[in-house]
Nanobody
Framework: QVQLVESGGGLVQAGGSLRLSCAAS????????MAWFRQAPGKERDVVAT????????YYTVSVKGRFTISRDNAKNTVNLQMNNLKPEDTAVYYC?????????????????WGQGTQVTVSS
């Protein structure tokens, strides 16, 4: 069965950095676009960043552009999210998601598989 397992979350002070990783198994990884979503308490689960099958096309939500970088390694079946200059408003549970097909998507319903999530907490 398909599994997406996130790691790398934690508690960090504002201005600090974290690197999230998502290890995928049970699927042909290069056939999937990947994304990171986040959900803060009481809010919707929103897209943070997406990457197409090859890694050649990426998308970032406005609030993280210039601070976060999404990347993937198709040989290792992993997708990463490097988060720099973290802000308290970045506090959320971060989810890895996979969408069958080469191109990215920006809405939750378009993704086929989800990880269990990893907590990121940024203190001020």
């Amino acid at each position: 069965q398909v599994q997406l397992v996130e790691s790398g979350g934690g508690l960090v002070q504002a201005g600090g950095s974290l690197r999230l990783s998502c290890a995928a198994s049970g699927l042909t990884f290069s056939s999937y676009a990947m994304a990171w979503f986040r959900q803060a308490p009481g809010k919707e689960r929103d897209v943070v960043a997406t990457i197409n099958w090859s890694g050649g096309t990426t998308y970032y939500t406005v609030s993280v552009k210039g601070r976060f970088t999404i990347s993937r390694d198709n040989a290792k079946n992993t997708v990463n999210l490097q988060m720099n200059n973290l802000k308290p408003e970045d506090t959320a549970v971060y989810y890895c998601a996979a969408k069958l097909g080469s191109s990215s998507a920006y809405t939750r319903v378009q993704y086929n598989y989800w990880g269990q999530g990893t907590q990121v907490t940024v203190s001020s």
